[in-house]
């Protein structure tokens, strides 16, 4: 198993419609593993395929404390949605910003698991949200875009600074190592 890189907003291939999964092979069982994984070390409780730049309508999730409930949804649909709820959001692809999401509260989902094998099953509270965020990343959709311009252009500006920071401590560090040397 491999852990991948995760996209970051504003990266535009976050932007991509993902395509139809068609082959259940021991490549997509690879990139199911590696998208657990991935989600477990960051960690988040939900990962979609879009996020590690593949365009597949694949998402994984895991709501467990113990990382041992994982569920997999291939080619997900939303059959019907109930009600609504307000929830406080988070993205592994827009780190360390957070905000409210008005979301449908119980869909009905039809997807396929990693064999290819086709089910239904309802969802409410954290799993439902979590669905509908990352069914969102496979439209090419995330959550800053339901918040003002504004307030997206604000977290661009912040994201932006922080991995300027970053990659100004990382060249500082490595000339250390080198002067160290
Ligand atoms: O880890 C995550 N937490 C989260 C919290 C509230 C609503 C949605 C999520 S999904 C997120 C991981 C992620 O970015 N998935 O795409
Ligand atoms: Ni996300």
Redesign the pocket.
């Given at each position: 198993m491999a852990l991948r890189t995760i996209l970051e907003f504003p990266d535009p291939r976050l932007r991509t419609r993902a395509e139809p999964v068609t082959r259940f092979d021991a490549a997509l069982g690879t990139l199911i593993d590696d998208m657990l994984e991935t989600?477990y070390a960051?960690p988040?409780?939900?990962?979609?395929a879009t996020?590690v730049d593949v365009h597949k309508r694949l998402i994984v999730i895991d709501i467990s404390k113990e990382h041992n409930e994982p569920l997999v949804l291939v080619n997900p649909e939303i059959l019907s949605r109930e009600g609504e709820a307000s929830?406080?959001?988070?993205?592994?692809?827009v780190p360390g910003i957070f905000d409210e999401v008005k979301r449908a509260a119980t869909i009905r989902v039809r997807a396929q698991d990693r064999d290819g094998t086709t089910f239904e099953r309802d969802f409410d509270e954290?799993l439902a949200?979590?669905i509908q965020?990352?069914m969102d990343?496979l439209e090419g959709r995330l959550?800053v875009d339901y918040l003002s311009d504004l307030k997206r252009e604000r977290i661009r500006k912040k994201l932006d600074k922080e991995r300027k920071e970053r990659a100004a401590r990382t060249v500082a560090a490595s000339a250390g190592a080198r002067r160290a040397y």
């Open positions: 989600m960051a988040g409780i939900g990962l979609a996020q929830t406080e959001e988070g993205c592994l692809s954290v949200v979590c965020h990352e990343h959550f």
